[in-house]
């Protein structure tokens, strides 16, 4: 009887630990920073977007909107809507360091937040396009889409990653 309670102690103890090395090697190779350059992964992602309500704006309409300067960063793709009776929005950055996502991150759901606020009272489907939006962070690059193809766009995004 001991000998079996030894070997299933043994059996738990090593799918344990396969659980543990499994998960830290997901969590390094998700997070792990791009060697892609950043036109390349912006060339990627705005094949797929439909410019009839974005347009591609300037660095200055970025500190306006985000409160971020980006001169910060290796990369700042960004989409604003054509008009401001549209939700539609398209960040794609690339850090100089993983250590900016959480600000960035901050900034973006300040964003987003505001950006709802802004269609809740008198435009329901906007303001539904903008609860639905998506933010992936991988690695040294962050996307933010608000768009009816935004995980046709976040595809394109991880894919030229």
Do not use: C, H, W
């Not at 892609?36 to 200055?60: G, L, Y």
């Not at 985000?66 to 700042?76: I, K, M, Q």
């Not at 040294?140 to 766009?153: C, G, Q, S, T």
């Amino acid at each position: 009887m001991k000998a079996n309670n030894i070997i299933y102690t043994i059996i738990r103890i090593l799918l344990v630990a396969g659980l543990i090395a499994a998960i830290v090697i997901f969590v390094f190779l998700r997070n792990s920073e791009s060697l892609t350059p950043a036109q390349e992964v912006f060339d990627k992602v705005t094949a797929t977007v439909n410019s009839e309500k974005m347009e591609i704006s300037t660095d200055r309409y970025f500190k306006k909107y985000y409160g971020l300067n980006a001169a910060d960063y290796d990369g700042v793709l960004y989409y604003a809507p054509v008009s401001n009776m549209d939700a539609e929005e398209l960040l794609v950055v690339k850090l100089k360091s993983t250590d900016q996502a959480e600000a960035l991150t901050e900034a973006i759901l300040k964003r987003q937040a505001g950006k709802e606020q802004s269609f809740e009272g008198y435009a329901p489907e906007q303001y539904a396009l903008a609860q639905d939006y998506i933010l992936d962070v991988q690695g040294n690059y962050i996307l933010f889409v608000i768009d009816p193809n935004a995980e046709e766009i976040d595809s394109a995004f991880a894919g030229a990653l």
